[in-house]
């Protein structure tokens, strides 16, 4: 168990429509990060906040938004959704990404997979 | 911006065999390179990682070497048992305030009994 929480874990719904994935990073991380795996993908990095604001962002479309609150949790906000968005879902985290720092370890949670139909 | 190849992009190997998967990376910079498996219906998780200071690391059957020379680094697994059968990702990262690391495309290992 890697300590990061993603909920839920399953999600079906129907095109058009919008959906929220949320994220609890590990106690002490600063940094949440969104992955998408589409079947028999890699993974896809989307954006990254860090403490509350965003940080990096990777290959998100402008359907997607992201926000990270106080207490650290994140959510991923998918609208106007098609049957291409159909995919697993990764948060990640870690400690926090120190300028000039050596790289930091991320630490996976178990995804939501949703199945748009 | 940092690129990851890896290759085989699937591998089977008999149980006791030994695994070998290998990753290149572009930029030269790059200081972190961890090694994730990932099960199904699983989130990926962290087996073992090595930094640029280090030109190889063991932990039990599995051990990681680095040459960053050939910008390249490699994952091996001793004595393959089917439980090991998984999606094995490499990642690099140039550990900047951003999110630098960039992942394999994986390897689909099977071992088989």
């Known amino acids: 168990d890697s300590g990061v929480t993603q909920t839920p874990k399953h999600l079906i719904t129907a095109t058009g429509q919008r959906v929220t994935l949320r994220c609890s990073p590990r106690?002490?991380?600063?940094?949440v990060y969104w992955y998408q795996q589409s079947l028999d993908q890699g993974l896809q990095f989307l954006i990254q906040?860090?403490?509350?604001?965003?940080?990096a962002k990777g290959n998100i479309l402008e359907r997607f938004s992201a926000q990270q609150f106080p207490d650290l949790h994140s959510e991923l906000n998918l609208s106007s959704l098609e049957l291409g968005d159909s995919a697993l879902y990764f948060c990640?985290?870690?400690?926090?990404?120190?300028?000039?720092?050596?790289?930091?370890?991320?630490?996976f949670g178990p995804g939501t997979r949703l199945l748009v139909l | 911006g940092e690129n990851v190849e890896q290759h085989p992009s699937t591998l089977s190997v008999q149980e006791g065999d030994s695994a070998v998967i290998k990753c290149t990376y572009s930029?030269?910079?790059?200081?972190?390179f961890p090694w994730y498996k990932q099960e199904l219906g699983k989130g990926p998780q962290l087996i073992i990682d090595i930094r640029s200071n280090v030109g190889e690391k063991k932990d039990q059957r599995i051990a990681v070497t680095l040459n960053k020379t050939a910008k390249h680094f490699s994952l091996h697994i001793t004595e393959t048992q089917p439980e090991d059968s998984a999606v094995y990702f490499c990642a690099a990262s140039l550990g900047v305030s951003s999110n630098d690391m960039r992942f394999g495309a994986g390897t689909r290992l099977t071992v088989k009994p």
């Open positions: 106690s002490g991380d600063l940094s």
């Open positions: 930029d030269s910079a790059s200081n972190y």
């Open positions: 906040y860090y403490n509350g604001e965003e940080r």
């Open positions: 990640a985290s870690s400690v926090s990404p120190l300028a000039g720092g050596p790289g930091e370890t991320q630490y």
